[in-house]
């Protein structure tokens, strides 16, 4: 029997303090996102409206760190430290030389990372005054963690569920009931934006981001909150990151390779910000590889270019990636991967190469998931299943050349409200659907008017 340790868990005190603000360390000023209307640059009275000071103060901050309000940490405790495991079996399974470590987020009780921000965010709009937060979600993990999040600070929710993920995942909807959320199938006719995109019935993160931010929008007690994409968002996940950093030195190991999917980049950035904070101040030689669906390829076939972050046009253009605004991708299950733009900050990453991305099919991905839950047991959701191909191709070349690499992924979320998909995987009839060039060239001929982007 081997006596390598499986499981590297820290104690409670050992929680993260402070958040890593990656801004701090990058060379140069980043592009800054714009407002919709004038197309200049947009300062923090532009997002008033949506968003309360604190949170805004974080997304335009340069300090290398930022404490985490002690309630906030309070939460963190009911699920955090989350542990890192090494996949012993999973390496003996693929016949590798490769050493193999994963970030655990899924033991959180709406089941992914999500909480992390959610939590954060929460905490900040009931500290403003704010009665009710509104939101999109794609999966529904997202959806899940804000409903949690708002019940813990008494908020209430009302969330806007992409049609696909909601006729996919009917017990994500439940969960989010359960914690008290109102929940609707997006588009909706609640709001002008749903009633203008009725026709695109499987809905896109696109439409439903479109939906909470006009019903925040026009009511003055009432926030907008985002899972994903903004730099207070990538900042909050970075609690992930600082964790695996101390867990791969109890393991006295420095991994050459981190690997974590991409939909609009939280997870991926929470995990490797804090790593590559050490890339810039250290020189250290890490590699790092986004991984996302061949169905929504935005970092590998995007255009890089300033974009609305929603379908209709309320929120300030972002310097990203894009598929255009207006691309609503194929619904493949892994509903939170399904977006046409990514973090600025994780794009600029992918732009000056300290990020490779790579983009794979449906049934490819399910391939890994399954081959991991098998011989790990940990059911993965198809987000990170992405990661876990990318992994497992990392681990090939290792084995094909005889090299003992050393490879960390983050597994984000668990797929138990993603059995169906499984099901549908297990009976070969997963389809790998495809997006034509023709809609392709269409959305990115339709981005705004903006200035170029070097
Ligand atoms: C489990 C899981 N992983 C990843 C994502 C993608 O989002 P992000 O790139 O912000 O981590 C989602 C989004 O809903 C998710 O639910």
């Known amino acids: 029997m081997s006596d390598a340790r499986v499981k590297f868990v820290l104690d409670e005190p050992e929680i993260p303090t402070h958040w890593v603000n990656l801004m701090a360390d990058l060379p140069g ?12 640059p947009a300062g923090p009275e532009d997002l008033s409206p ?22 906030v940490w309070e939460a963190y405790r009911l699920w955090r430290p989350t542990p890192l495991y090494r996949a012993l079996r999973l390496e003996r399974e693929l016949d590798t030389p490769a050493r193999i470590y994963y970030k655990y987020e899924g033991g959180s009780p709406p089941g992914s990372h999500k909480p992390n921000t959610a939590v954060a965010q929460a905490y900040e709009n009931a500290a403003a005054g704010t009665r009710k937060l509104t939101t999109e979600t794609g999966a529904g993990q997202w959806g899940s963690a804000l409903a949690f999040a708002c019940r813990l600070f008494g908020l209430e929710c009302e969330v806007w569920m992409v049609g696909s993920s909601y006729d996919q995942k009917p017990y994500r909807r439940s969960m989010m009931e359960s914690w008290g ?32 931010v006009e019903v925040a929008a026009r009511n003055p007690d009432t926030n907008y909150s985002l ?53 810039m101040r250290e020189g250290a030689g890490t590699r790092f590889i986004a991984a996302e669906p061949a169905a929504c390829p935005t970092l590998t076939r995007g255009v890089y270019a300033y974009d609305f972050g929603d379908t209709v046009g309320l929120t300030p253009l972002m310097p990203m990636y894009t ?76 084995r094909e050349s005889g090299e003992a690499r050393v490879i960390l992924f983050g597994l984000c979320g668990h797929g138990h409200f993603d059995l169906s998909a499984y099901d549908a995987y297990l009976a070969g009839k997963l389809p790998d659907p495809e997006f034509s060039e023709g809609e392709l060239s269409a959305a990115l001929a339709s981005l705004p008017e903006a200035p170029a982007l070097a």
């Open 181 to 212: 959320a109102v929940v609707h199938r997006s588009p909706s006719d609640v709001t002008e934006a749903g009633r203008s995109q009725r026709e695109h019935t499987t809905g896109s993160l696109g439409i439903a981001i479109s939906e909470a």
């Open 323 to 398: 598929l255009g605004h207006n691309f609503v991708p194929p619904p493949v299950h892994a509903g939170g991967l399904r977006y046409h733009g990514d973090s600025p900050l994780v794009c600029g990453l992918v732009k000056q190469g300290l990020v490779e991305p790579r983009a794979y099919r449906q049934n490819e991905t399910f391939e890994a998931a399954v081959r991991f839950a098998r011989a790990e047991g940990i059911i993965p959701a198809p987000e990170p299943a992405h990661a876990i191909r990318a992994v497992i191709e990392e681990a090939e070349v290792a």
């Open 29 to 40: 000023d980043a592009p800054p996102p714009l407002h919709p209307g004038t197309k200049q």
């Open 227 to 279: 899972g994903s994409v903004l730099n207070h968002v990538l900042l909050h996940q970075t609690v992930i990151g600082q964790e695996a950093l101390a867990q791969m030195a109890m393991a006295g190991e420095e991994p050459d390779t981190v690997i974590a999917c991409v939909g609009g980049g939280s997870n991926f950035g929470g995990l490797t910000l804090p790593f590559l904070r050490r890339v």
């Open 50 to 71: 949506i968003f309360p000071m604190a949170l805004i103060l974080q997304e335009v901050s340069t300090e290398p760190e930022i404490e985490i309000p002690e309630p």
